[in-house]
Protein backbone atom coordinates (compact mmCIF):
# COMPACT_ATOMS: atom_id res chain seq x y z
CA UNK A 1 0.00 0.00 0.00
CA UNK A 2 1.39 3.25 -0.67
CA UNK A 3 1.48 6.37 1.52
CA UNK A 4 -1.30 8.85 1.48
CA UNK A 5 0.14 11.47 -1.16
CA UNK A 6 -2.29 14.08 0.92
CA UNK A 7 0.86 14.18 3.40
CA UNK A 8 3.36 15.36 1.42
CA UNK A 9 1.62 17.20 -0.97
CA UNK A 10 1.59 20.97 0.46
CA UNK A 11 -0.38 22.33 -2.38
CA UNK A 12 -3.24 24.04 -0.52
CA UNK A 13 -0.54 25.32 2.15
CA UNK A 14 0.48 27.31 -0.35
CA UNK A 15 -2.55 28.31 -2.62
CA UNK A 16 -5.01 29.48 -0.16
CA UNK A 17 -4.81 32.06 2.31
CA UNK A 18 -5.84 30.17 5.46
CA UNK A 19 -8.09 32.53 8.07
CA UNK A 20 -9.52 31.71 10.95
CA UNK A 21 -10.99 32.76 14.61
CA UNK A 22 -7.91 34.18 16.66
CA UNK A 23 -9.33 31.94 19.63
CA UNK A 24 -7.49 29.14 17.85
CA UNK A 25 -4.36 31.05 18.54
CA UNK A 26 -1.91 29.93 22.11
CA UNK A 27 -3.22 34.13 22.74
CA UNK A 28 -6.38 32.58 23.60
CA UNK A 29 -6.61 30.21 26.94
CA UNK A 30 -6.85 26.59 25.08
CA UNK A 31 -5.43 27.74 21.36
CA UNK A 32 -3.06 25.27 19.67
CA UNK A 33 -1.90 27.68 16.51
CA UNK A 34 1.53 29.25 17.33
CA UNK A 35 0.43 32.81 17.82
CA UNK A 36 4.17 34.00 16.59
CA UNK A 37 3.34 32.09 13.32
CA UNK A 38 -0.16 34.30 12.55
CA UNK A 39 -1.10 37.66 11.31
CA UNK A 40 -4.42 39.89 12.09
CA UNK A 41 -6.85 40.57 9.53
CA UNK A 42 -9.84 41.74 11.25
CA UNK A 43 -10.20 42.32 15.11
CA UNK A 44 -11.64 38.62 15.17
CA UNK A 45 -9.77 36.99 12.79
CA UNK A 46 -5.67 36.04 11.87
CA UNK A 47 -4.78 34.22 9.43
CA UNK A 48 -1.30 31.77 9.00
CA UNK A 49 1.95 33.97 7.89
CA UNK A 50 2.56 33.97 4.54
CA UNK A 51 -0.99 33.52 3.24
CA UNK A 52 -1.96 36.75 2.55
CA UNK A 53 1.16 36.96 -0.20
CA UNK A 54 0.31 37.46 -3.75
CA UNK A 55 2.32 33.91 -3.73
CA UNK A 56 1.02 32.32 -0.65
CA UNK A 57 3.31 30.13 1.43
CA UNK A 58 2.13 29.11 5.00
CA UNK A 59 5.10 30.01 6.75
CA UNK A 60 4.29 26.47 8.96
CA UNK A 61 4.93 24.33 5.83
CA UNK A 62 8.54 23.03 4.95
CA UNK A 63 9.28 21.35 2.20
CA UNK A 64 8.79 21.05 -1.29
CA UNK A 65 5.12 21.09 -2.49
CA UNK A 66 4.24 17.48 -4.14
CA UNK A 67 7.36 15.59 -3.06
CA UNK A 68 8.61 16.30 0.59
CA UNK A 69 6.20 18.96 1.65
CA UNK A 70 4.80 18.79 5.54
CA UNK A 71 3.18 21.20 8.41
CA UNK A 72 5.90 22.27 10.72
CA UNK A 73 2.83 22.10 13.44
CA UNK A 74 0.53 19.49 11.89
CA UNK A 75 -0.80 18.40 15.42
CA UNK A 76 -1.90 22.25 16.31
CA UNK A 77 -3.45 23.52 12.56
CA UNK A 78 -5.64 25.14 12.15
CA UNK A 79 -9.55 24.35 11.95
CA UNK A 80 -9.10 25.35 8.04
CA UNK A 81 -6.51 23.19 7.54
CA UNK A 82 -7.90 20.14 9.47
CA UNK A 83 -11.22 20.38 7.47
CA UNK A 84 -9.70 20.93 4.25
CA UNK A 85 -10.05 17.41 2.78
CA UNK A 86 -8.89 15.94 -0.38
CA UNK A 87 -11.35 15.82 -3.39
CA UNK A 88 -12.59 12.29 -2.73
CA UNK A 89 -15.47 11.71 -5.50
CA UNK A 90 -16.06 15.30 -5.79
CA UNK A 91 -16.29 16.30 -2.37
CA UNK A 92 -13.49 19.10 -2.77
CA UNK A 93 -12.29 20.34 -6.11
CA UNK A 94 -10.11 23.14 -4.29
CA UNK A 95 -7.85 19.99 -4.04
CA UNK A 96 -7.44 19.81 -7.15
CA UNK A 97 -7.42 23.25 -8.52
CA UNK A 98 -4.99 23.83 -6.18
CA UNK A 99 -2.84 20.92 -6.89
CA UNK A 100 -2.94 21.84 -10.60
CA UNK A 101 -1.14 24.82 -10.20
CA UNK A 102 1.61 22.90 -8.90
CA UNK A 103 1.62 20.37 -11.66
CA UNK A 104 0.16 17.76 -9.92
CA UNK A 105 -2.49 15.23 -10.86
CA UNK A 106 -5.68 14.92 -8.97
CA UNK A 107 -5.60 12.47 -5.93
CA UNK A 108 -7.87 9.49 -6.70
CA UNK A 109 -8.97 6.65 -4.08
CA UNK A 110 -9.22 3.06 -5.56
CA UNK A 111 -10.64 0.04 -4.26
CA UNK A 112 -7.73 -2.09 -4.00
CA UNK A 113 -9.19 -5.64 -4.69
CA UNK A 114 -12.85 -5.71 -5.94
CA UNK A 115 -15.61 -6.70 -3.15
CA UNK A 116 -13.63 -5.78 -0.13
CA UNK A 117 -13.25 -2.68 1.67
CA UNK A 118 -9.30 -2.11 1.43
CA UNK A 119 -8.62 1.46 -0.33
CA UNK A 120 -5.69 2.88 -1.24
CA UNK A 121 -5.42 6.83 -1.89
CA UNK A 122 -3.09 7.72 -5.08
CA UNK A 123 -1.70 10.50 -7.21
Not at 102 to 116: D, T
Amino acid sequence: MSTNPCMTCGACCATFRVSFYWGETTLAPYGQVPAELTEKISPQRVCMSGTQASNPRCVALTGTVGKDATCSIYNDRPSPCRDFDINFEGVNPACDRARSRYGLVPIHVVQIEPGNNDFEIVA
